[in-house]
């Protein structure tokens, strides 16, 4: 049998060890450093269809992971300081966490991946692996799957809260036209959000969609968690296997493999690999690492979808009826114009609530981030020590279209949250970020729990002081007055508090071989090396116009079929 050793057992992870272990001839092991997920023992705060409290419990992410967000820009000469940035530590990875939006991007992005020299991706090739992995609930025909793992669905008009109808409607009175289907053909417009929830109305990560007991019993599968993956092992230029260790601590142990597949995420994976010798050459000998194979581009090209907010005080009228709801309810698709930009490269989320607690109940609003972003960072290695998180610098806003589109999007939330349609619904309109304020101001810990408990009763009870309140207490100060009527302050408040949307990806990424730069080829094996391949975010040569998780799942479903396509005797 051919042994495959699959190295972090996210979306992706999950996906290639559920569809390799088809294959009787190969003998497949995954290796998670999380806890183990399972349908009947799934955590309340991750059942749940709201997500707000499951990607705060430190159980659940790396909790010393940081990253900076911003770029040095204008008067800020100097980076950010690095902020928590949660990525989840458990099978499953992001879909144990994430918001469960199920939509896929343009069929342009993955054109754009082909033309950049990833042979064999274009839309053409990825459709029938996003059918492949969808049971749509709601909507058939050429672009939907109905019989795949994961159950694709879209709020009822009866789940939706007040406040998000009243700015769906808004919005479509500005012209935005209304479109019955987030992942039917690409157009600009108003949508209810596209999720992957079950028929019980509860989160269906990607570890139980696909790792099913059946799946769990096959003699070939061997799933292995509470493992950290240290070292991906080479015999020359041949990958051989890997070292691991216990999480919590303890000695190492060595997993001997025919492939390494790793698949630990676009911030880990490419640490991983620069552990293991491949990488800039010149970074791994400053941390007197053997170069195994000099490869520039891993840890480069780091991605994320920058984002902003404009927020809204919501009326008892316009709060979401039932505290278990989804908030994500719908969005808001739309083109920038500006010039070289592809159609429908801005994203609004239109949000019931902004956190799990009381005061996160009275705070509605639409969460914009650029869906077609042009800046990049880095991850690099902090150290050898495989304990130790990398560097993360995503440079957000360094290109100036993106910071351009931000801006853009304040005014345009400005004006729709303000529109008197909303009068009713809604009270005071102010910017907003996820900021690391608000993120402490979240925390399950008695001191925050008291404050947000106080600012919500005196945000009911102040009437006309309302605005002042928020303010003087939740804006510090800035006002969207302000910010709409100078430009040079606008500017500086979105390049100070811009935030990402938790989708790191592009620092192992796929290429031509006469681009340098390039990491891996179309059939996801890394360049310079043997018996080596990468399958997750990472692998992305642009970043999609989606939340980034279902087309994770669906380049995890096609890599499978690479891999299996190639058999025992050729793989490399």
Not at 251 to 266: C, F, K, R, Y
Not at 280 to 302: E, F, K, Q, T, Y
Not at 355 to 382: D, P, Q, T
Request: overall charge positive; proline content about 9%.
């Amino acid at each position: 049998m051919t042994a495959i050793l699959i190295l972090g057992g996210g979306s992706a992870g999950c996906v290639l060890a559920a569809r390799l272990s088809e294959e009787p001839s190969f003998r497949v092991t995954l290796v998670e450093a999380g806890d183990d997920l399972t349908a009947a023992a799934m955590p309340p705060e991750i059942r749940s269809r709201y997500p707000g409290r499951a990607y705060l419990d430190p159980r659940n992410i790396w909790p010393a992971l940081t990253a900076r967000m911003g770029a040095p820009a204008g008067n800020r000469p100097e980076a950010p300081a690095p902020r928590a940035y949660e990525q989840a530590r458990r099978l499953g990875g992001g879909s144990a966490i994430n918001a469960m939006m199920a939509n896929r991007g343009a069929p342009g992005d993955y054109d754009e991946w082909g033309a950049l020299g990833a042979e064999g991706w274009s839309w053409k090739s990825c459709l029938p692996y996003f059918r492949k992995l969808e049971s749509d609930r709601d909507c058939e025909g050429p672009l939907h799957g109905r019989d795949g793992p994961l159950p694709i669905r879209r709020a009822t008009p009866g789940q939706l809260s007040p406040f998000v109808v009243a700015t769906m409607r808004a919005l479509q009175a500005q012209g935005h036209p209304a479109g019955a289907d987030q992942n039917g053909p690409w157009r600009d417009g108003v949508y209810v959000g596209t999720t992957a929830i079950s028929d019980d109305g509860e989160r269906v990560p990607v570890s139980v969609a696909y790792l099913t007991p059946a799946v769990r019993a096959r003699e070939n599968l061997i799933l292995r968690t509470g493992l950290l993956a240290e070292r991906v092992l080479f015999d020359g230029r041949r990958a051989v296997g890997a070292t691991v260790a216990p999480l919590a601590g303890g000695p190492s142990e060595t997993i001997p493999a025919d492939l390494v597949v790793v698949a630990a995420g676009a911030i880990h994976s490419p640490a991983l690999l620069m552990r293991s010798g491949v990488g800039p050459g010149a970074m791994l000998r400053r941390h007197g690492l053997p170069v195994v194979a000099d490869r520039p581009g891993i840890g480069r090209n780091l991605m994320e979808h920058p984002s902003i907010a404009v927020s809204a005080y919501l009326t008892p009228a316009g709060r979401v009826r039932d505290p278990h709801e989804h908030h994500e309810q719908a969005i808001l698709r739309y083109s920038s114009g500006l010039p070289g930009t592809p159609e429908g490269d801005m994203h609004g989320a239109i949000l019931s609530r902004t956190g799990w607690h009381s005061l996160g109940r009275r705070i509605g609003g639409i969460f914009f981030w650029v869906n077609k972003s042009y800046s990049r960072g880095e991850v690099a290695l902090a150290s050898p020590d495989p304990r130790a998180e990398p560097l993360v610098d995503f440079r957000m806003l360094s290109d100036p279209r993106d910071l351009a589109r931000l801006t853009d999007a304040v005014l345009r939330g400005a004006r729709v949250l303000r529109d008197p349609a909303l009068a009713t619904v809604r009270g005071p309109v102010f910017p907003a970020s996820y900021s690391p304020r608000v993120a402490r101001a979240a925390a399950r810990k008695p001191w925050p729990a008291v404050q947000r408990g106080i600012l919500s009763a005196l945000l009911d009870a102040v009437g006309p002081a309302r605005e002042a309140l928020i303010h003087g207490l939740v804006t510090q100060g800035i006002t969207l007055d302000r910010l709409l009527c100078d430009e040079r302050a606008l500017d500086a408040f979105v390049a100070a508090e811009v935030g990402g949307t938790w989708h790191p990806s592009g620092t192992c990424r796929m290429g031509s071989a006469a681009d340098p730069m390039s990491v891996c080829d179309g059939f996801a094996r890394l360049r310079g090396v043997e018996a080596l391949r990468v399958c997750d975010a990472s692998l992305m040569p642009t970043i999609p116009r989606a939340n980034t998780n279902v087309p994770t799942v669906m380049m995890a479903e096609r890599v499978a079929d690479l891999i299996r396509r190639d058999g025992a005797a050729t793989l490399h």
